[in-house]
């Protein structure tokens, strides 16, 4: 079995009729829809997440009736569905809002995720945003590219390697809870504040020359 350029397209057409139907429709009205926390504060799920989840898994499985999905929502409340992914001819696992915190504060800074895997092996991923409603596909054999909603594609490309010293990068810790996030923070050393950060809702930042982190302490 293997999936083809149409079925990469099938699957990127559901996450846009999804974005549509379910997330934006409730994006910027968090005080009409239900939110709740799962680990932390930061951690977070609405019924924008859980109803993204469940229309995506059948319209799925209405495409691919023998595949397995395997939803973030659905596993947290049964982790063992993840035992399926190394063994399924077919499993597509599912994050409905990745970036729901964003979400819930009316940043429009979050995307749904979808990734494909065959006996284990990841074959495919498609990255939709809902808010510009474009999708970003890699799939194996045919590399991977940008779909604009007019149709227009652009090609994507991994950049040239470069050495440590020369890398920036960035990693988020909101996502972390107390006291944990203090200790993650704490042990990296040699970072000095970031002047003017104009990071939205974001109250810590920090950089150096191979990394930046940045700390939303706020809700």
Not at 133 to 144: M, S, V
């Amino acid at each position: 079995m293997k999936l083809s350029h149409a079925d990469a397209l099938n699957v990127g057409n559901i996450l846009a009729e999804v974005g549509r139907s379910e997330i934006m429709p409730r994006f910027r009205r968090v005080r009409e829809i239900e939110v709740r926390t799962k680990t932390s504060a930061f951690d977070v799920v609405t019924e924008a997440d859980e109803l993204a989840e469940q229309a995506i898994s059948a319209a799925l499985l209405r495409a691919f009736p023998n595949a397995v999905v395997i939803g973030e929502e659905a596993t947290s409340r049964d982790p063992a569905a993840l035992d399926q992914v190394g063994t399924a001819e077919l499993a597509f696992i599912i994050d409905p809002i990745d970036g729901t915190r964003n979400f819930t504060s009316s940043l429009p800074l979050f995307c749904t995720m979808v990734a494909a895997t065959m006996r284990g092996e990841i074959v495919f991923g498609a990255i939709h945003d809902p808010v510009s409603n474009d999708t970003a596909f890699a799939l194996r054999g045919e590399g991977a590219w940008l779909e604009m909603p007019d149709g227009r594609r652009h090609d994507l490309k991994v950049a040239p390697a470069v050495p440590v010293k020369q890398m920036d990068a960035v990693v988020g810790v909101n996502f972390l809870p107390e006291p944990l996030r203090t200790i993650v923070a704490g042990n990296l050393s040699g970072l000095a504040p970031v002047p003017g950060s104009d990071v939205p809702r974001t109250s810590i930042a920090w950089r150096r020359p191979a990394i930046a982190i940045c700390c939303s302490t706020t809700s």
